[in-house]
């Protein structure tokens, strides 16, 4: 099943992450801020790896640079702790819908995005 995921083109992905969030009452331009917060894409990277037609392996392979902060996300998606995935790729797949599922539910972007002040925090509020 996972190799399923990793062959999938990115381009069908985002617009799930984005109705998931649209959904909630939040905005694409979170989303987008969170991607690349995560990834190091800017705005116009994005944007290129989504008019490419990126696998999802491809578009984390060819990211600028995963966020340092991207260590302190944890907690349950899709029944599995985020924090005890072996497999490197899938637990950045991981990440980002959680961080998205934190976006739907109404989290401050400040907390998503673990900025320094909060980020200590974060690990002990985010089960």
């Given at each position: 099943m996972a190799r399923d995921i990793f062959s999938m083109p990115f381009a069908e992905v985002y617009p799930l992450l984005v109705n998931k969030a649209l959904r909630k009452g939040r905005t694409q331009a979170e989303v987008d801020e969170i991607i690349c917060w995560l990834t190091g894409y800017d705005r116009a990277g994005l944007q290129a790896q989504l008019d490419r037609k990126v696998t999802y392996r491809a578009?984390?392979?060819?990211?600028p640079g995963m966020n340092?902060?991207?260590?302190l996300v944890k907690g349950v998606v899709c029944g599995v702790r985020v924090e005890t995935i072996e497999d490197p790729l899938m637990r950045k797949i991981r990440i980002l819908?959680?961080?998205?599922?934190?976006?739907a539910r109404g989290r401050q972007m400040e907390k998503i995005l673990r900025s320094s002040e909060t980020a200590a925090k974060d690990g002990e509020e985010n089960p």
């Open positions: 578009f984390f392979d060819e990211a340092p902060n991207s260590g819908d959680k961080l998205i599922d934190e976006l």
